[in-house]
């Protein structure tokens, strides 16, 4: 619903993400909206408090704490008896309150199959695509007890479990049937125990279809997919795997603890409910809508502490695809990005010595306690080496994601049957892309802009030339969801206050020698300075290049390699210039290779890092 | 901002505590409200079904199947015990020579016969399955064939990190004072069936040779994590745990790394030593977060009423005890002498809110109070 502007002076939004709850104060003030104060209180998703309210009311206490500083005004007040005062009276409270979530975390599945290695070992698969932790693969021959099947689906209370079983020309259905009367007698509820019941989702064979309504409807929220298993030599995994994801977007993620009462706070100026927006849902709308303005090909990505999304719109038809990877973010999922990406891949980030023994446990105590922050260079520079790796994962599974054709099948022979994959052609071209946002913890807050520049374009390895700009404070949530109250107010905001842009990444596609010319550049920057080098293959050049303005550049890519026009071809843009400026990386893409020894490795970390201004120069040597 | 809210686990001398004890299939409940019970009393029970054992017959008899009905010893719904013949032919011109016959390979019951295929299924005996109580105390609710409500007051320690199921044992002190590192050699056979406590680490060798000793837990301030990947022989990548199969229970109370055991979390166990405690590892870091527990029982008077307290919210307040929980000084423990309010530079150079702390060691620092836990006095 749509409200008038004059109806709405002073809006509250918060976004409760897994670890933090982030609250923002819009207000209009001589004469125009704008994001004046932000707040921000650990998510209260632990016992004693358990009660995601409380994380929202602490965030609002610090917001009218800082708005009574701000306006040198002691009255103002935004919460009376531990509630938020809606509508707004003078310097009592506010016309709205607003809130978009993604308390609820990761997503931990379960899946069953009939024989486990066969629609056993499918139905893992597609959970795993689809960006799950599988908890457990319970199997009719997996050798447990019935009870010990049902114990397990208790304790461990997944947030969804998804059921594969017998090809569709079985002869018979009966296991899984019966694995079915397994989970019903388990009587799974949501973990948090909230205004919906356990989404089920059914990918077995379509025999059985009748018998698992009668045996599951009524218990659990059941969902029937296609078999993702139809035949012994085929598996089916997209329709599965793309039920997960929706479910889990539109349904889990969201609900926490307390959700129920937040439900019941998020009231426009008439006091009608304005429902909570999914997280991911409200920065997909900023996205496209930001494409759609521009006429754009984007790429957005928001980290958070346990899910990391991706937001692409690409090819002429504005193709829009969003994806959460379940299991990748910078805190409660921090030890994932570690089990999944590896030690290794981490180091290949780290410009000193680390005993790997004290990074393993770094990582391990952020999970355990989320909230915390680096205080420490070294800290900071490790959370960051992670990050890119959360980054570059969850864009690999975008990819996967964003192909032209939903649900491709794969067939293959019987010997094949074993170790299939997905497979798709992605739409995802990182040569016509226009722009890359970052939005979430670790890129809004770096202390430094130059940081967030290297960890995007590190993770993501733009080529050719890319516009890159970030959400100034994260609040692309706070404004999607604004949007559904006043479309105006939000695009306002964000056009002010939001999306910054912070400099251009030009880099050629292709790997040459080292030592050979990668790129010649001719740069006539708003000063009337000149920037031309020669640059040689494995390097970066940072030009400053001021926010508002452009440079305007010639840039022939080396032998062999391409810049979007062609191998060898030259081209001329006019670069976006911001709070980091124009970066020229010729270090190579496509592959994009770094040394693995450390003696030849870590040189050349400090080298570009102190080229980027990434971190104090001191502290680098 | 005098004050603000800060995570902190519960360590306290006092507190009522609820278990719910449900079968994973309805039973038969055996205690009754109000029953004092014990943790290792059993309070409901039921019996699955036994496994399925198919038996060809009428192959091993030698006869075709369509005959097997005339040489069959049992029918659908006996009971049988292993040896026991089930079919045997005649013998030799029904003589009685050379008879062949099948005996039961296991003790159960006959499920079904098929004159098509010659099989025979039969069915072991139903599994029985108990459910305990876990924690000394009195049951407040029974639910009518699933389970009951134990409720009882006692000393009270959450861990953060664990592995492993219940458990229950007498605490044994193995650690002098709280920064001890666990040494194996302590670990000797009269620490089987207790709960060991270490103080700031206990390393693999500890864990294996409590494994080996069968020490039922271990309670350390910390472990690494190095360690845990080759105990288990798998990263942990998300924390959900407590169905680890390792031998012994383990509850860590301060995090990874060797980490001073917080004093009065040692001071605790210290008080309670030779006393019967439960222990469970079971943690889920997410939304609805689970941390595992230590509980020690308190004697409860006669018709004492049980009230659980109203959760509190800890706060920072001038004076408060804290734990610094990042580094650096990561670990230490002390007192909020000051609560800044505008925005610091630290290190990183990340603009953040801080406090002063006058750390145990006599030290007065600043650090980002996102950085800190409160310790419950």
Same mark, same amino acid.
């Given at each position: 619903m749509q409200y008038e502007k004059k109806k709405l002076t002073r809006i509250i939004a918060t976004d409760c993400g897994s670890t933090t709850t982030k609250a923002i104060l819009i207000e209009f *003030?001589?004469?125009?909206y704008r994001q004046t104060v932000r707040g921000e209180a650990p998510t209260t998703v632990e016992a004693p408090l358990n009660d995601v309210t409380r994380g929202v009311l602490n965030a609002v206490q610090e917001l009218e704490e800082?708005?009574?500083?701000? =306006?040198?005004?002691?009255?103002?007040?935004?919460?009376?008896?531990?509630?938020?005062?809606?509508?707004?009276?003078?310097?009592?409270? /506010?016309?709205? =309150? *607003? /809130?978009? +979530?993604?308390?609820?975390?990761?997503?931990?599945?379960m899946v069953t199959g009939v024989v486990a290695k066969m629609t056993g070992e499918s139905a893992e698969r597609a959970a795993l695509g689809a960006g799950a932790i599988v908890m457990d693969l319970i199997a009719s021959n997996d050798q447990r007890l019935d009870h010990e099947k049902i114990e397990r689906i208790r304790h461990l209370r997944p947030d969804m479990i998804l059921m594969a079983g017998h090809t569709d020309n079985a002869t018979s259905n009966k296991h899984v049937i019966e694995m079915a009367e397994l989970v019903g007698a388990a009587d799974p509820k949501p973990r948090l125990g909230s205004s919906y019941k356990l989404p089920v989702i059914y990918a077995g064979t379509i025999k059985a279809r009748e018998d698992i309504e009668r045996t599951l409807g009524n218990k659990v929220g059941l969902m029937i997919t296609e078999n993702l298993r139809p035949t012994l030599e085929r598996e089916n995994l997209g329709p599965a795997r793309d039920e997960i994801h929706n479910i889990f977007m539109e349904h889990v993620m969201q609900q926490a603890p307390g959700y129920n009462k937040l439900m019941a706070w998020t009231v426009g100026p008439d006091l009608k409910p304005v429902p909570i927006m999914p997280t991911p849902a409200a920065v997909g709308n900023i996205m496209q809508t930001i494409a759609k303005q521009e006429?754009?090909? @984007?790429?957005?990505?928001?980290?958070?502490? $346990?899910?990391?999304?991706?937001? +692409?719109?690409?090819?002429?038809?504005?193709?829009?695809?969003?994806?959460? /990877?379940?299991?990748?973010g910078m805190s409660y999922s921090i030890s994932n990005i570690l089990a999944s990406a590896g030690l290794d891949n981490i180091l290949r980030w780290v410009p000193f010595d680390i005993d790997v023994k004290e990074l393993r446990n770094m990582i391990k105590n952020k999970m355990i306690r989320p909230t915390t922050i680096p205080a420490l260079f070294k800290e900071l520079v490790l959370e960051q080496a992670i990050a890119k790796e959360a980054l570059r994962l969850a864009f690999v599974q975008h990819k996967e994601f964003a192909v032209s054709l939903k649900g491709t099948q794969k067939s293959s022979d019987i010997a094949e049957a074993f170790s299939q994959s997905e497979s798709g052609d992605t739409i995802v071209n990182m040569l016509t892309l226009d722009l890359m946002v970052g939005s979430g913890g670790v890129l809004s807050?770096?202390?430094?802009?130059?940081?967030?520049?290297?960890?995007?374009?590190? $993770?993501?390895l733009p080529e050719g030339v890319t516009k890159i700009a970030v959400d100034s404070i994260f609040m692309m949530p706070h404004l999607g969801v604004l949007a559904s109250i006043n479309e105006e107010i939000a695009t306002e905001v964000f056009n002010k206050d939001c999306m910054v842009y912070i400099g251009s990444c030009v880099a050629p596609v292709g790997k040459i020698k080292e030592g050979k010319? $990668?790129?010649?550049?001719?740069? #006539?920057?708003?000063?009337?300075?000149?920037?031309?080098?020669?640059?040689?293959?494995? #390097?970066?050049?940072?030009?400053?290049?001021?926010?508002?303005?452009?440079?305007?550049?010639?840039?022939?890519?080396?032998r062999g390699l391409d810049l979007g026009a062609g191998k060898n071809q030259e081209i001329t843009a006019n670069l976006i210039g911001g709070g980091v400026g124009i970066v020229l990386d010729t270090r190579g893409r496509r592959p994009f290779v770094?040394? @693995?020894?450390?003696? #030849?490795?870590?040189?050349?970390?400090?080298?570009w890092m102190k080229e980027l201004k990434a971190y104090p120069q001191e502290l680098l040597n | 901002m005098a004050q603000a809210y800060s995570a902190g686990l519960t360590v306290t001398d006092n507190i009522v505590l609820r278990k719910d004890r449900i079968l994973p299939l309805k039973g038969e409940v055996l205690v009754k409200k109000g029953d004092r019970v014990k943790a290792n009393d059993v309070v409901a029970q039921t019996s699955l079904p036994g496994n399925v054992v198919p038996f060809k017959v009428a192959n091993k008899l030698g006869v075709p199947a369509e005959m097997l009905g005339n040489f069959l010893k049992i029918k659908v719904g006996d009971e049988i015990k292993k040896g026991q013949v089930i079919a045997e032919t005649k013998g030799l011109f029904g003589t009685g020579w050379f008879k062949t016959a099948v005996k039961s390979p296991i003790d159960g019951e006959v499920e079904s016969i098929s004159a098509a295929t010659g099989n025979a299924v039969l069915r072991e005996p139903r599994i029985p399955v108990q459910i305990k109580a876990f924690i000394d105390g009195i049951v407040t609710e029974v639910i009518k064939d699933e389970g009951v409500v134990v409720e009882n007051r006692s000393a009270y320690i959450q861990g953060i990190f664990g592995l492993a199921g219940e458990t229950t044992g007498q605490i044994k002190m193995l650690a002098k004072s709280p920064v001890d590192h666990l040494d194996p050699a302590l670990i000797t056979p009269d620490c089987k069936g207790k709960i060991i406590v270490a103080g700031a680490l206990c390393s693999l060798e500890a864990i294996k040779k409590a494994a080996e000793v069968g020490v039922n837990a271990i309670i350390s301030g910390g472990v690494d994590d190095e360690d845990l990947k080759k105990l288990l022989g798998y990263d942990i990548g998300v924390a959900i745990t407590g169905h680890e199969k390792i031998g012994v229970t383990l509850v860590i109370t301060e995090g990874f790394g060797p980490i001073t055991m917080a004093k009065n979390t040692f001071d605790l166990l210290k008080r309670f030593e030779g006393q019967q405690a439960s222990v469970h590892g079971f943690t889920q870091i997410r939304a609805g977060v689970m941390r595992p527990e230590v509980i020690i029982p308190l004697p409860l008077?006669?018709?004492?009423?049980?009230?659980?307290? %109203? &959760?509190?919210?800890?706060?920072?307040?001038?004076?408060?005890?804290?734990?610094?929980?990042?580094?650096?000084?990561?670990?230490?423990?002390?007192?909020?002498?000051?609560?800044?309010?505008?925005?610091?530079?630290? %290190?990183? %150079?990340?603009?953040?809110?801080?406090?002063?702390?006058?750390?145990?060691?006599?030290?007065?620092?600043?650090?980002?109070? &996102?950085?800190?836990?409160?310790?419950?006095?």
């Open positions: *003030v001589d004469g125009e800082l708005a009574r500083l701000k =306006y040198n005004n002691p009255n103002i007040t935004l919460i009376q008896d531990a509630k938020l005062v809606i509508p707004r009276n003078g310097d009592i409270g /506010s016309d709205a =309150y *607003v /809130s978009t +979530s993604s308390a609820g975390g990761g997503l931990q599945m006429n754009i090909e @984007v790429l957005g990505v928001d980290i958070g502490g $346990a899910t990391t999304d991706v937001f +692409s719109v690409f090819t002429d038809e504005h193709i829009f695809n969003r994806t959460v /990877s379940a299991n990748l807050h770096a202390p430094r802009r130059h940081q967030t520049m290297m960890m995007m374009i590190d $993770a993501f010319i $990668a790129l010649e550049a001719r740069i #006539e920057l708003p000063d009337g300075t000149v920037f031309e080098e020669k640059i040689p293959f494995g #390097e970066l050049r940072l030009i400053p290049c001021p926010a508002g303005s452009f440079g305007k550049a010639t840039l022939k890519p080396g770094i040394p @693995v020894e450390a003696a #030849e490795r870590v040189p050349r970390l400090i080298k | 008077g006669e018709g004492e009423q049980l009230v659980a307290e %109203e &959760a509190k919210m800890s706060s920072l307040e001038i004076g408060s005890l804290i734990r610094v929980i990042r580094q650096p000084n990561f670990g230490e423990i002390g007192r909020i002498t000051e609560l800044p309010e505008i925005l610091t530079k630290v %290190e990183s %150079e990340t603009m953040v809110r801080v406090l002063k702390v006058k750390l145990n060691n006599g030290k007065e620092v600043l650090t980002p109070r &996102a950085n800190v836990e409160v310790i419950a006095e």
